[in-house]
């Protein structure tokens, strides 16, 4: 597993969970940063996910907490075996995890696509989780929220890109520096001004790591949805099984904010709109952390 240049941590001390899937060792890595009452942090699926992009909540949590960011088998610096990246990879790994790092129930905050995987494992008894945070969540990958239901196309592009010459090139073309910043730009920040160059380096180095394609298109063609249809994902939150808090950002992607609008009306999560989109939790850390305080101080007090 090749190690960039750039940083793609939180500033903490890097640790490595070693997680056995199907009878192989994957070695996750995980860091631990301040002292005190533990909380989780989830990065969001997508193809440059890392740790990396929760610094900013964690060096503020860590001022009075102690917080632990992951990256997920496949992404970041963890490793990216070839292998069929899908839902029961990710249930499994999670609830392994949860379960060998955390011996009481704790804080979890997870971004985008980590959400379905949270709140399945919230229906564990005894629930792993003391208090769930939600930022911008979704259920549904980006080719089939923007071009509908066509599961087996998507599976044939899925594995095409697995393919080891073709699937690199065209891997390439969809993470050059240019196109990740379109991607930002439209569905990830709210302000240009944020998508500075150091960002945009420190995002195209993450894909960069071999192997970055395998669980990168899993995500991209929905084959890593948690569930396939709104009232699935509705449903882990009927009746809830913990407190749940729901960040919604203001410039979120119609489509997307469609879903989550429609999963505070059906239930009874704790809601938080501020600025942002899906990347919120990066884009506004200092807004986000202003906005979380108050409640994480009455969980962990």
Same mark, same amino acid.
């Given at each position: ?39 989780? %942090? ?9 740790? *990396?992009?929760? /610094? ?7 001022? /009075?907490?102690?917080?632990?960011? !992951?990256? #997920? ?21 999670? =609830?392994?995890? !949860? ?63 697995? %393919? ?17 910043? #379109?991607?930002?730009? /439209? ?9 500075? =160059? ?18 990168? !298109?899993?995500?991209?063609?929905? *084959? ?5 249809? =709104?009232? =699935? @994902? ?29 999963? !505070? ?7 938080? /709109?501020?600025?942002?989109? %899906? ?19 009455? @969980?962990?007090?």
């Amino acid at each position: 597993m090749s190690r960039s240049s750039v940083s793609l941590g939180i500033g903490g001390t890097v640790q490595t969970y070693v997680w056995n899937w199907k009878g192989k060792p994957v070695s996750v890595i995980y860091e631990v940063l301040g002292e005190g009452k533990q909380i989780l %942090l989830l990065p969001a699926f997508s193809t440059v996910s890392s740790r *990396a992009e929760m /610094r900013g909540l964690a060096e503020q949590l860590a001022e /009075r907490f102690q917080v632990i960011a !992951v990256d #997920w088998p496949g992404f970041g610096e963890s490793d990216r075996p070839g292998i069929d990246y899908k839902p029961a990879v990710y249930h499994g790994f999670l =609830r392994s995890f !949860v379960q060998s790092v955390f011996s009481d129930p704790v804080v979890v905050i997870a971004g985008g696509h980590a959400a379905g995987y949270v709140m399945q494992l919230a229906q564990q008894s005894p629930a792993p989780w003391s208090y769930v945070i939600l930022t911008a969540p979704t259920w549904r990958g980006p080719l089939p929220t923007a071009m509908g239901e066509h599961r087996k196309a998507y599976k044939v592009l899925q594995q095409i890109v697995r %393919l080891p010459i073709l699937g690199q090139f065209l891997y390439f073309l969809n993470t050059l520096p240019w196109f990740l910043r #379109w991607m930002y730009q /439209r569905h990830v920040y709210a302000d240009p001004k944020h998508i500075t =160059r150091s960002l945009m380096a420190e995002k195209w180095q993450a894909s960069r790591e071999w192997g970055a394609r395998f669980a990168s !298109v899993a995500f991209v063609t929905g *084959a890593l949805d948690p569930v396939r249809d =709104r009232m =699935r @994902f509705i449903d882990y939150f009927q009746p809830l099984p913990v407190p749940v808090l729901m960040v919604i950002g203001e410039q979120t992607p119609p489509k997307s904010r469609e879903e989550m609008e429609i999963v !505070v009306h059906f239930s009874g999560v704790q809601v938080l /709109r501020m600025p942002g989109s %899906l990347g919120l939790h990066e884009e506004y850390a200092d807004a986000l952390m202003a906005g979380l305080l108050p409640m994480l101080n009455k @969980f962990l007090s």
